[in-house]
Nanobody, 124 residues
Framework: QVQLIESGGGLVQAGGSLRLSCYAS????????MAWFRHAPGKEREFVAG???????YYAESVKGRFTASRDNGKNTVTLQMNSLRPADTAVYYC??????????????????WGQGTHVTVSS
C-alpha cells in the first residue's frame, strides 16, 4: 500500500513560481512511475507531467518549458517545479503513482494510488 501526500500549493501572482512536492509512503517508491494531474473548475482532470522510475519525463503541451518534474528516491519524493505561472494553471493538483514504473500514461484509470490534492491559485 502506498500513501501519497502533496504539499506546496498556494496563491501566487501570474509569472511567479511554486514548487509542489509529493511524498510516497512505503518501500516501493523507486519502482513507481509518478505523475501530476490537475483539476480546474469546470474542466475535467488532466495530465500535467510524469516521471518514470528511470527518470524519463513527459509533459502536457500547455506546461512544456515552464514545469519540471523530478524525483528523489532517497526521500521517496517527487516534485513539480512550476515557473511562469498563468491564471490558466489554477487548479487542484494531484500526485499519482503507477506500479508499472517503465511508462508514463495520460490515462488516469491506470494509476494505482492518488494523493488528496493541493490547491494552486494564480492571480492575474
Amino acid at each position: 500500500q502506498v500513501q501519497l501526500i502533496e504539499s506546496g500549493g498556494g496563491l501566487v501572482q501570474a509569472g511567479g513560481s511554486l514548487r509542489l512536492s509529493c511524498y510516497a509512503s512505503g518501500r516501493t517508491f523507486n519502482r513507481l512511475s509518478m505523475a501530476w494531474f490537475r483539476h480546474a473548475p469546470g474542466k475535467e482532470r488532466e495530465f500535467v507531467a510524469g516521471i518514470t522510475k528511470h527518470w524519463s519525463t513527459y509533459y502536457a503541451e500547455s506546461v512544456k518549458g515552464r514545469f519540471t518534474a523530478s524525483r528523489d528516491n532517497g526521500k521517496n519524493t517527487v516534485t513539480l517545479q512550476m515557473n511562469s505561472l498563468r491564471p490558466a494553471d489554477t487548479a487542484v493538483y494531484y500526485c499519482a503513482a503507477d506500479m508499472f514504473g517503465d511508462r508514463v500514461t495520460r490515462d488516469q484509470a491506470e494509476y494505482d494510488y492518488w494523493g488528496q490534492g493541493t490547491h494552486v491559485t494564480v492571480s492575474s
